[in-house]
């Protein structure tokens, strides 16, 4: 199995007016990842309280019906990087206890979301795209893989064309 990390910090994200914004050629590459049998899964960070876990959740899985070559979105719900979601179309698992080690490194640039996807998917190869700095060191920190969001996305939207 093929893993595909997405950083959806401003890939794909909420504006302040409440609408979806994601770059260009973000869909085309998630279905040609998806078309080759790679597993594709987004991860983001929202630092919320106890209350709106629940909203945080249901954005999660809006988001997913909306892209729908995305698997899943590991979020990071805190500042502390102590709490962590795995959210699918249809449900959520909280992962915080799973692995208590990782717990305090949920948080990009932090790898506790990656250590937990790789410990629990086992994939054979993994790759991360992102926009922002903190991608690119998140990825570093884990030790795999890092395209560029802007190089990526452009490639596999032209290919559409």
């Known amino acids: 199995m093929k893993l595909l990390i997405i950083g959806l910090n401003t890939t794909i994200?909420?504006?302040?007016?409440?609408?979806?914004?994601?770059?260009?050629?973000?869909?085309?590459t998630l279905c040609y990842y998806r078309q080759a049998g790679w597993t594709t899964i987004g991860i983001t960070q929202e630092t919320t309280n106890q209350?709106?876990?629940?909203?945080?959740?249901?954005?999660?899985?809006?988001?997913?019906?909306?892209?729908?070559?995305?698997n899943a979105i590991a979020v990071c719900t805190d500042?502390?990087?102590?709490?962590?979601?795995?959210?699918?179309?249809?449900?959520?698992?909280?992962?915080?206890q799973e692995f208590p080690?990782?717990?305090?490194?949920?948080?990009?640039?932090?790898?506790?979301i990656i250590r937990y996807l790789l410990a629990v998917l086992k994939p054979s190869d993994v790759w991360m795209i992102g926009n922002e700095k903190i991608d690119k060191q998140t990825a570093i920190n884990a030790?795999?893989?890092?395209?560029?969001?802007?190089?990526?996305?452009?490639?596999?939207?032209?290919?559409?064309?």
């Open 143 to 161: 030790a795999i893989s890092f395209r560029p969001a802007a190089t990526t996305f452009e490639k596999y939207s032209n290919q559409n064309n």
């Open 79 to 96: 500042s502390e990087g102590q709490q962590c979601y795995l959210v699918w179309r249809n449900h959520f698992y909280d992962v915080s």
């Open 13 to 28: 994200h909420l504006s302040q007016n409440q609408e979806w914004i994601y770059a260009t050629g973000v869909r085309e």
């Open 101 to 112: 080690e990782l717990q305090g490194t949920y948080r990009q640039p932090n790898p506790g």
């Open 51 to 70: 209350h709106n876990i629940a909203q945080c959740l249901f954005k999660q899985r809006y988001l997913l019906n909306l892209f729908p070559n995305l």
